[in-house]
C-alpha cells in the first residue's frame, strides 16, 4: 500500500513546471456516483484557468476528443478519472501512462486509458499523466459522496494553483 503522505499538489506542480499548453480532460460517467469525479473537476474548473488551459469533458468516451486535443498542440495532457486503487476514498495519485501495468487500477471506460495515453503522445509528443481518484460508491445514481466531493474540490483548487 503506498503511503497516505501523498502530495498531490506537489506532484502536479513538478509535473507541470515546464507546461507552456495544457490540455485537461475529465472522464467520468454522470450516472455512476464517484465515477463522474474526472468530468466534475473539470466543469468546476471552468472560468478560472488561463487560455494556455484546454478543459475537456469527456464523460466516458475520452477517444471522442482525440482530434481536439491534438489540434490544440499541447505540451501537457492531464486526464483525470476514477480508479479502483486501494485507496481511501478521495485520495488520489498522479501516474505516468507506463505506469498503469504496474498501478492496479481499476477503470470503466471502453478503451483502455493506457492505449489512449500511448496514441496521445505518439500524436501529441506531449507529456501525458492520469490524475486517478479513488472512489467510494460508483452504483447508478447522481451525485459524488461526500469525501469524493470535497477531494474533488481540493483538486480543482491545486490545479487553480499550479496550472500556467
Known sequence: ????????????KTWLSNAEKV????????????DFV???????LWGKVSEKIYLIECETVPENFM???IDFNPTHILLIDAAILGLKPGNSRLIRPERLMAFP?????????RMFCEYLAKMT????????????????????TLEVEASAQDIVDSLVRVLP
Open 1 to 12: 500500500m503506498v503511503s497516505e503522505e501523498y502530495d498531490v499538489e506537489k506532484e502536479l
Open 23 to 34: 490540455v485537461v480532460a475529465g472522464i467520468g460517467n454522470p450516472i455512476r456516483m464517484d
Open 38 to 44: 474526472g468530468t466534475k473537476i473539470v466543469q468546476d
Open 67 to 69: 482530434q481536439q486535443i
Open 105 to 113: 487500477a481499476y477503470s470503466t471506460h471502453a478503451l483502455p486509458l
Open 125 to 144: 509528443k506531449a507529456n501525458t499523466a492520469l490524475l486517478l481518484m479513488e472512489p467510494k460508491k460508483a452504483d447508478f445514481g447522481e451525485g459524488l
